[in-house]
């Protein structure tokens, strides 16, 4: 490094704040710092200007209907269909021979999809599901990996208005299982397999494992050939073969069908405090307005980008941020199959380079291994074709964003760092990139017309450089509207810490706590609950419990999750063997693959740790603190009040930090 590149490095390394540049905010499409004032004023009628970026078969007549609060209705009595909308509406613009999806397989083959394009396979593969007998309302599950069939069947779901449920293609059989239960969903479309580092893996044999733990009738079962000769499978009576089915309806057309703004439109199960999946509901107007509205003035999309995030469909972001929001907009949406570093670790930047990506979005937990593997990976591509750079789902630290704004934005774009959460159905609190500077490791303030306080245990807000809660004080458009089947739940999950119920003051708990500057500045500082986020994935450490607990030889386990230098946080399981039972590695085998068996690879422990006892307070709870502590290497702190103080050294002395 010379002289004056060292001097720079030192010289970012220390900066706190960043502006976005000049040539950036001239083009924005949000740059007018008055939209947070208009916003404020006007609420919640500024909520028009999300519902504007639609068409509308008929329009509403309210925007926020609180009379049933916390059961909030947005757009009352507007209808419009979700797929018209993320396709019909752009071809018969000017957008018909765009490109909406550009598919990258991790072979190296690709697949592009124009508007046009795009139109007619949803259409045939909407007639193909009207064929098999879904009907409006039916709940049809998606268990596929990134393939364009997925978004495919997802719009060919809305524009039949039989809602989707994907689950995420590295979950387990009985994840998915358990998810179509709980939906009482009686059609799966999956494939038989994907690629992973050139290997062609089976996830056939997971769907029909997980189909036997149905315990209702499943009618018919859609499987795409990914894989071709690569993996031979054999179709049960109710199985079919998506190309055959499809090429029945060749050219088939299927009117968009009229939905109410509040019908659902799909629902995703995520991880909470208990060991269910909570089914999180998302509707047609509200969610697709706000996911328009935030890919518009955060992310900065315009019909003419090529737009990549680089995020899994199986998760909300990717239902967000890869094909609602950016399909609502016209854009070019890019997918890839496969992993970062196959074949070599520079795969993102070489297809940022092909492509000529304009937008980038990821996780940051990808840019600490970006960082990790070196920066002449990126140093060999051209990525000047980069304007914005966005990053979501757990917090970055200053030393990865500023890596990501050197190396990859080449101190040319600015980054967005985007707080929310599968509930929330979109952003809710980052910088708008034409708008504010920014403040590496600080998400930034609450977007325009949320009302985000960072509070203390009281709901009192609390001063700067406190730590505290975030709590939303007033609903917007892409909240969720309540958990699959289960009001009741969904009241106590969110609204039962902060809200006076009796005043009808409803206020949201996200379960994350946070700080906040004198800029009012948010800096989120991670979940308060018992779930953890394992390379930006959300996992309820109550769900990898039971699934230890249910191995053969395990009297009790506690999980918590400890830092990890690329991942964010990692698993650890402390487990108590039943007499009788040996603590080698066999029975530790048994507990991983149980972890395996039920959730999946992304929920691997990184330690399993045997104890004879596990730290517990006088009145019997399980100190996950210290737990914690201890797979993160700090300090324990007080352990004076524990009843069996012995055992924390003990199990300390087990660990292997690294
Ligand atoms: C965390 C992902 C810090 C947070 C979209 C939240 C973040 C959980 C950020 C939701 C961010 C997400 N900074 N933490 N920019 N974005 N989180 O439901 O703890 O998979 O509650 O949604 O991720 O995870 P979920």
């Known amino acids: 490094?010379?002289?004056?590149?060292?001097?720079?490095?030192?010289?970012?390394?220390?900066?706190?704040?960043?502006?976005?540049?000049?040539?950036?905010?001239?083009?924005?499409?949000?740059?007018?710092?008055?939209?947070?004032?208009?916003?404020?004023?006007?609420?919640?009628?500024?909520?028009?200007?999300?519902?504007?970026?639609?068409?509308?078969?008929?329009?509403?007549?309210?925007?926020?209907?609180?009379?049933?609060?916390?059961?909030?209705?947005?757009?009352?009595?507007?209808?419009?269909?979700?797929?018209?909308?993320?396709?019909?509406?752009?071809?018969?613009?000017?957008?018909?021979?765009?490109?909406?999806?550009?598919?990258?397989?991790?072979?190296?083959?690709?697949?592009?999809?124009?508007?046009?394009?795009?139109?007619?396979?949803?259409?045939?593969?909407?007639?193909?599901?009207?064929?098999?007998?879904?009907?409006?309302?039916?709940?049809?599950?998606?268990?596929?990996?990134?393939?364009?069939?997925?978004?495919?069947?997802?719009?060919?779901?809305?524009?039949?208005?039989?809602?989707?449920?994907?689950?995420?293609?590295?979950?387990?059989?009985?994840?998915?299982?358990?998810?179509?239960?709980?939906?009482?969903?009686?059609?799966?479309v999956t494939c038989d397999g994907y690629y992973r580092r050139g290997d062609a893996l089976d996830h056939i044999s997971?769907?029909?494992?997980?189909?036997?733990?149905?315990?209702?009738?499943?009618?018919?079962?859609?499987?795409?050939?990914?894989?071709?000769?690569?993996?031979?499978?054999?179709?049960?009576?109710?199985?079919?073969?998506?190309?055959?089915?499809?090429?029945?309806?060749?050219?088939?057309?299927?009117?968009?069908?009229?939905?109410?703004?509040?019908?659902?439109?799909?629902?995703?199960?995520?991880?909470?405090?208990?060991?269910?999946?909570?089914?999180?509901?998302?509707?047609?107007?509200?969610?697709?307005?706000?996911?328009?509205?935030?890919s518009h003035a955060v992310l900065d999309v315009e019909p003419d980008d090529t737009y990549w995030c680089a995020a899994d469909i199986g998760w909300i972001t990717g239902h967000s941020y890869i094909v609602y929001g950016p399909l609502a907009l016209g854009t070019t949406t890019m997918m890839y199959e496969g992993t970062p570093d196959y074949p070599e670790k520079d795969r993102m930047w070489e297809l940022v380079e092909k492509n000529s990506v304009d937008i980038f979005y990821t996780a940051p937990t990808a840019i600490r291994a970006f960082m990790k593997?070196?920066?002449?990976?990126?140093?060999?591509?051209?990525?000047?074709?980069?304007?914005?750079?966005?990053?979501?789902?757990?917090?970055?630290?200053?030393?990865?964003?500023?890596?990501?704004?050197?190396?990859?934005?080449?101190?040319?774009?600015?980054?967005?760092?985007?707080?929310?959460?599968?509930?929330?159905?979109?952003?809710?609190?980052?910088?708008?990139?034409?708008?504010?500077?920014?403040?590496?490791?600080?998400?930034?303030?609450?977007?325009?017309?949320?009302?985000?306080?960072?509070?203390?245990?009281q709901g009192e807000e609390i001063s700067a450089g406190e730590a505290g809660y975030v709590t939303i004080n007033n609903p917007w458009p892409g909240m969720l509207r309540t958990l699959y089947n289960n009001d009741e739940r969904f009241i106590n999950e969110y609204w039962s810490e902060y809200s006076d119920e009796e005043a009808d003051e409803w206020v949201y708990f996200p379960e994350d706590g946070a700080k906040i500057d004198e800029d009012g500045f948010i800096t989120v500082l991670g979940r308060v609950d018992d779930v953890i986020n394992v390379s930006g994935h959300r996992l309820g450490t109550m769900e990898i419990e039971s699934a230890v607990v249910g191995v053969e030889g395990i009297a009790e386990a506690a999980v918590v999750g400890g830092d990890h230098e690329v991942k964010g946080e990692a698993v650890y399981v402390y487990a108590i063997s039943e007499d009788g039972y040996e603590t080698g590695d066999e029975l530790e085998e048994r507990v991983m693959q149980g972890v395996l068996d039920s959730i999946g690879p992304i929920a691997k422990p990184e330690e399993i740790i045997f104890t004879p006892e596990l730290p517990k307070t006088r009145s019997g709870k399980i100190m996950r603190r210290l737990l914690e502590n201890i797979a993160s290497g700090d300090e324990l702190g007080n352990t004076s009040t524990l009843r069996n103080p012995e055992v924390v050294d003990e199990i300390a002395e087990q660990v292997d930090i690294d």
């Open 1 to 188: 490094m010379s002289q004056e590149d060292a001097n720079l490095e030192a010289r970012l390394e220390e900066q706190e704040t960043f502006e976005p540049p000049e040539s950036f905010v001239e083009q924005a499409n949000v740059s007018d710092p008055g939209i947070y004032e208009e916003f404020e004023e006007n609420w919640p009628d500024c909520w028009e200007r999300a519902a504007d970026l639609l068409s509308w078969e008929e329009e509403y007549d309210t925007v926020l209907d609180d009379d049933d609060a916390p059961f909030y209705e947005w757009f009352t009595n507007g209808r419009l269909n979700a797929s018209y909308n993320c396709i019909d509406r752009h071809v018969e613009g000017d957008r018909a021979d765009e490109v909406a999806i550009e598919w990258e397989g991790e072979l190296g083959e690709t697949r592009s999809y124009t508007y046009n394009e795009l139109l007619e396979e949803v259409e045939e593969f909407a007639a193909t599901l009207r064929e098999l007998g879904v009907e409006e309302d039916d709940i049809v599950t998606l268990y596929l990996p990134m393939i364009p069939e997925l978004p495919i069947a997802m719009l060919a779901c809305a524009r039949i208005g039989a809602p989707h449920a994907v689950v995420f293609a590295g979950f387990s059989a009985d994840a998915l299982a358990t998810r179509m239960n709980a939906g009482e969903s009686e059609y799966l």
């Open 206 to 294: 997971k769907a029909n494992e997980g189909l036997e733990g149905v315990d209702h009738e499943v009618s018919d079962v859609v499987v795409v050939d990914r894989l071709g000769d690569d993996l031979e499978h054999d179709l049960a009576d109710n199985q079919h073969d998506y190309d055959d089915l499809v090429a029945e309806q060749a050219g088939a057309s299927v009117d968009p069908v009229s939905r109410d703004a509040e019908d659902m439109l799909f629902l995703m199960y995520t991880s909470g405090t208990t060991g269910k999946p909570k089914g999180v509901k998302h509707t047609t107007g509200g969610y697709l307005a706000y996911t328009a509205w935030t």
């Open 373 to 457: 593997w070196g920066e002449q990976y990126p140093a060999e591509h051209d990525l000047s074709s980069l304007r914005l750079l966005g990053t979501v789902g757990e917090p970055i630290n200053p030393r990865a964003w500023k890596w990501y704004y050197k190396h990859i934005g080449g101190e040319n774009c600015p980054i967005v760092d985007t707080w929310w959460q599968t509930e929330t159905g979109g952003m809710m609190i980052t910088t708008l990139p034409g708008i504010n500077e920014m403040k590496p490791g600080s998400a930034g303030p609450p977007l325009p017309g949320i009302d985000a306080r960072i509070v203390d245990a």
